[in-house]
């Protein structure tokens, strides 16, 4: 039976990310790990995450689940969610420079609270917003472009190549909200929130088998 592991740090709704992905699972095994051992022997893996990217690189480093993670992102299906999207980067603004992962390269950026119309934009940048898909990919399999999915953010990805952007959602200026390469792929919004578009989302990730096509 094909295993997906759900990686536990700390930081995350592993709870939800879980069931979700159980609701859709067809009888795959999901199961939530801080286990650098199981990282290793899943089929698919899953990286949640909310909050600060400091902190998360420490519990990763703290969990020693960087080496898995990085073998994961050469080799298996990766998806990453909000925070763990956000950790494939090379570093972020956030702090004055925090590294990441570096799977991606590319950097995250703050919402600068701009205004729009008169209106200041708030900060995170939180509800429902259209998510417009750049090119096919089989993730997006039965999800129209412009379908709305749950956000909360303040900080958004800025990848140093085009093509690696899935997706794309206007809040004030227009941001990378899916990220695509090889075996990667990574939203910054929260499918297991985002009710018939995210399980759709999470059922083609559990069918996918890590190809572009």
Known sequence: M????????????????SKAL????????????????????ADRVVLPGVGALRDCMTELARLELIPAIVDALRTRPFLGICLGMQALLDFSDENDGT???????????RFSGMSVGGA????????????????????????????RFYFVHSYYVVPDDTRDVAATTGYGETFASA??????????????????????LLANFLRWNGSCR
């Open 179 to 200: 990220l695509a390469r090889d075996n990667i792929f990574a939203v910054q919004f929260h499918p297991e929130k985002s009710q018939q578009a995210g399980l759709t």
């Open 2 to 17: 094909a295993t997906t592991v759900v990686i536990d740090y700390g930081m995350g709704n592993l709870r939800s990310v």
């Open 120 to 147: 200041r934009l708030k900060v995170p940048h939180m509800g429902w917003s259209p998510v417009d898909q750049v090119g096919t990919h089989p993730l997006w399999k039965d999800i129209e472009t412009g379908s």
């Open 22 to 41: 159980e609701h859709v699972s067809g009888g795959s095994r999901i199961e939530i790990t801080s286990d650098p051992g199981r990282v290793g022997q």
């Open 99 to 109: 590294p990441a992962l570096g799977a991606i390269g590319g950097r995250v950026r």
